[in-house]
């Protein structure tokens, strides 16, 4: 966490109150996959009750989860879960149920984009554009990895 701490200022980067952690995180795209500061936007969540704050990156393909929601600069619906990717100014405070009273839009989700120059079965590039749920499978993913979090 100290290693979070200390990239809070680095250029280029997106800062990033992470709650409930309470570290700020510098939100950036060439932070390794997986690892909690990649990111292009520090992105609040609600899920139920429960409220987390964290760079939007995806642990598993590195994307950028707020991209594949159409870079919503307002609150809106992904399946349930409440979203807000802000701006790219990222969010230094915590968020509260107030940030998500008025979430009723659904989110525009948008096909990911081959940056990893996937390829079918048969070597070719995959053209697929299949929305089949990647940024709610995502979204997802980071939900249980925070409740799962809260128990240890």
């Known amino acids: 966490m100290l290693v979070l701490s200390s990239l809070a ?3 280029g980067t997106v800062p990033c109150a992470t709650h409930p952690m309470g570290i700020t995180a510098s ?17 609040r ?9 964290m760079c939007d990156a995806d642990s598993q393909t590195g994307n950028s989860m ?5 870079n919503p600069v307002t609150c809106c619906n992904a399946g349930g879960q409440k979203v807000d990717c802000g701006t790219t100014s990222g969010f230094t405070s915590s968020p509260t149920d107030n940030d998500f009273a008025h979430c009723n839009t659904v989110c525009d989700f948008q096909p990911p984009a081959n940056t990893a120059g996937s390829t079918d079965s048969n070597g070719d590039p995959n053209t697929s554009s299949s929305t089949s749920g990647g940024g709610r499978d995502s979204l997802a993913l980071w939900s249980l990895l925070f409740v ?4 240890l």
Do not use: E, Y
């Open 66 to 70: 707020c991209a594949s929601l159409g």
């Open 45 to 53: 969540m609600k899920q139920g009750a429960t409220i987390f704050q």
């Open 27 to 43: 939100c950036t795209m060439s932070a390794a996959v997986g690892d909690p500061s990649r990111g292009t936007r520090c992105m």
């Open 9 to 11: 200022r680095a250029s």
């Open 148 to 151: 799962l979090s809260m128990f």
